[in-house]
């Protein structure tokens, strides 16, 4: 007896032989039991999961001699059907018949009855192969047939099937099959031929098969003709050129190390064994797929392909999900190169090599995470705590002082302080009491002390602010900044007001030497006003607003065209209050470069125009703001600053800007 094929030997006969189909089956079998025969069907699917198996049944069910019949098995009439004797049932190849002439034919054909069965059917595989011509013959044939024709028809690509066609046959479509049947009928005709084979050979040839029975059969006759009698996964890798779990296995453990070395002796070594780049990238492909899919916890053995044992827990627990997903997107990107790179090994290394930094790869999603966690923990000031108490003993005291100072600026005095704390107590708690004495020092300064008298001046520190006043600690003993701390806490009558009137002199501590204490003149003058002036003037508008509320801060009253700058730290507060009601007028008031403030205004100064109109047109919500954030009704007054050099733009302006002035007579606004 001659050869046969195990696709065409195990070729099912009857509807219970489908696999896979169940719902195809259950409806044919009812409507032939119903007596409920469309004149048309149309079977779309995959190719190898039974559309042509599925009509022949059909042809034969429908002409049994007893009467249509889904269980008889007529293997005579299914033989004579597969070699084109029967007259009653028609196979046409539509990929060899594509032309109008061969549908004119059957238009023919259909005219005449069946010769001695009860339907002429015709089978038309490949349908979409027809041409469009073939199909507009056929539409008046399939809408009206005779009542003995019947068609069937088969196609891998149902939308190129015309919607015409399609409107007027009944529709089935064939899934994939799943793997734990296809890898049931390769055990039965393993069983069949009285061969040996292994599970997990038998496996990687179901998965292969990916969904068709009939390519997991060719695939299967191929092992077999090489294995001798017995089916290994190992003369499967041997003689396919496949890579292998085990290599995957070793290689992926060096892609977790980052051993760049042992990675490309070990893809050299595997190179060596014949197997193609085209075939490495796949096998890596399905192997990144594979420790995805058991990070995410699927232990189905059908998903995976593989028995979950025979991978190594060290390579499923090397990376994260995302660096999965984005190593798995690495390899899909390499294998669509591999076409037009000058050579593809050199893809192929180069992917290696990226896989290697793998483990420093940070989902954008988690690092914008950590960026608001760390957001939120400076918010809270998480950083000011301490990590570790320090042991006491020589210098200890003045370290701690030293260390707090560093991460965040205090007071005067506040080191001197936090070195009598205990060695383990948080240096936020000694930040508090600072802050809280440097206040109560305030308030007992004398009121009649005269004020500096000063201009309003740039985003500069020379108004000494609560947070640049206790910067000053950390400076050294004779810089300015030092200095400048010192005529805080201790006016003297040299650092009087400019009116000549002496100041009263403090308790503590004593007054500088003679030297030291020369009448400051120019920017010092002014920095030495400003100074002597935030020892009794709030400096920032939270203090402004407390003195507003009741509390007991010094009763001076500032000039009527005095001015102080507004604290950088509010300043951000009322930026990120206004960018959470429009995003574009916190941009616009984020560009000021000046920002002053007395009793009633809060002026801000800009360089550009067009910043300035925004601010003007949107001033009564920065007002809402104000108040919502920082506790004071201020209006809001916007000053723009005239560049310097705009006289000389203007007369020697820009030929480049020039000329399209010219051609439309517009007006160049400057910003």
């Given at each position: ?247 995957l296995n070793s290689l ?29 990238v796949i096998d890596m ?260 607003a407390g003195r507003s ?123």
């Amino acid at each position: 007896m001659a050869y046969e094929v195990t696709a065409t030997r195990k070729r099912p006969t009857t509807l219970d032989g489908l696999i896979g189909q169940e719902f195809v089956v259950a409806t044919l079998k009812n409507s032939i039991q119903d007596g409920r025969i469309a004149h048309a069907y149309l079977f779309s699917g995959p190719r190898g999961v039974g559309k042509t198996s599925a009509a022949r049944i059909l042809a034969r069910a429908l002409n049994c001699p007893e009467g249509p019949n889904a269980d008889t098995d007529t293997r005579h009439e299914a033989e004579s059907i597969t070699r084109g004797t029967a007259l009653d049932v028609i196979e046409i190849d539509g990929a060899s018949n594509t032309s109008v002439n061969d549908v004119r034919e059957i238009k023919d054909e259909v005219l005449f009855p069946p010769n001695h069965s009860r339907y002429k059917i015709y089978i038309i595989d490949e349908v979409h192969m027809l041409s469009t011509s073939a199909f507009n013959a056929l539409l008046k044939t399939i809408e009206e047939p005779p009542p003995y024709i019947i068609f069937i028809f088969a196609t891998t690509e149902l939308h190129k099937v015309p919607a015409t066609i399609k409107s007027r046959c009944q529709q089935f479509h064939f899934r994939l099959i799943p793997l734990e049947q296809l890898l049931q009928k390769l055990i039965e005709a393993v069983e069949e031929m009285r061969i040996h084979a292994d599970r997990d050979a038998l496996m990687w040839i179901a998965k292969e098969g990916r969904g068709s029975l009939r390519d997991a059969y060719t695939l299967f006759d191929q092992v077999v003709a090489f294995s001798d009698g017995h089916i290994t996964l190992d003369k499967i890798k041997t003689k396919l050129g496949l890579v292998g779990l085990d290599r995957l296995n070793s290689l992926a453990e060096a892609l977790a190390d980052g051993s760049l070395q042992r990675v490309m002796e070990l893809s050299d070594q595997i190179m060596a064994t014949g197997v193609s780049v085209d075939q490495f990238v796949i096998d890596m492909n399905e192997y990144f797929r594979n420790l995805l899919l058991l990070r995410a916890g699927i232990k189905r053995e059908s998903v995976i392909g593989y028995p979950i044992a025979e991978f190594s827990s060290l390579a499923v627990e090397a990376w994260s999900e995302h660096q999965l997903m984005h190593g798995l997107d690495l390899l899909l990107e390499a294998f669509r190169r591999l076409r037009y790179t000058v050579n593809e090994r050199f893809e192929l290394e180069l992917v290696l090599g990226e896989l290697c930094r793998l483990r420093d790869y940070i989902d954008p999603g988690q690092l914008l995470n950590r960026i608001h966690d760390l957001r939120r923990r400076a918010e809270q000031g998480d950083f000011l705590q301490q990590d570790s108490p320090e042991p006491s003993g020589p210098g200890t005291e003045a370290k701690q002082a030293n260390g707090a100072a560093g991460r965040a600026p205090v007071s005067a005095g506040t080191a001197e302080r936090m070195a009598g704390q205990s060695a383990g107590q948080p240096a936020r708690q000694s930040l508090d009491q600072s802050v809280q004495h440097a206040q109560q020092s305030a308030v007992q300064q004398p009121d009649q002390q005269q004020q500096a008298h000063s201009a309003p001046v740039d985003r500069q520190p020379a108004v000494q602010q609560p947070a640049q006043h206790r910067a000053a600690q950390s400076a050294p003993e004779n810089s300015p900044a030092r200095q400048q701390t010192q005529h805080m806490q201790a006016p003297t009558e040299n650092a009087a007001a400019p009116t000549g009137e002496p100041a009263p002199a403090a308790a503590a501590p004593q007054p500088p030497a003679p030297e030291q204490a020369a009448a400051p003149t120019g920017d010092q003058a002014v920095e030495q006003s400003h100074a002597d002036a935030a020892g009794k003037q709030p400096s920032t508008l939270s203090d402004w607003a407390g003195r507003s509320a009741g509390q007991q801060l010094p009763t001076a009253e500032p000039r009527g065209d005095e001015r102080r700058v507004l604290d950088l730290g509010e300043f951000d507060r009322l930026i990120e209050e206004v960018s959470h009601a429009s995003m574009s007028l916190g941009s616009a008031l984020s560009g000021a470069i000046s920002q002053t403030f007395d009793d009633r205004f809060l002026y801000l100064q800009f360089k550009s125009a067009f910043a300035s109109k925004t601010i003007e047109l949107e001033s009564e919500q920065i007002e809402e703001c104000i108040h919502t954030v920082l506790g004071v009704p201020l209006r809001v007054k916007v000053e723009t600053i005239e560049d310097s050099n705009e006289d000389e733009q203007q007369h020697h302006p820009d030929p480049q800007v020039e000329l399209p002035r010219k051609v439309f007579r517009g007006k160049v606004i400057s910003g």
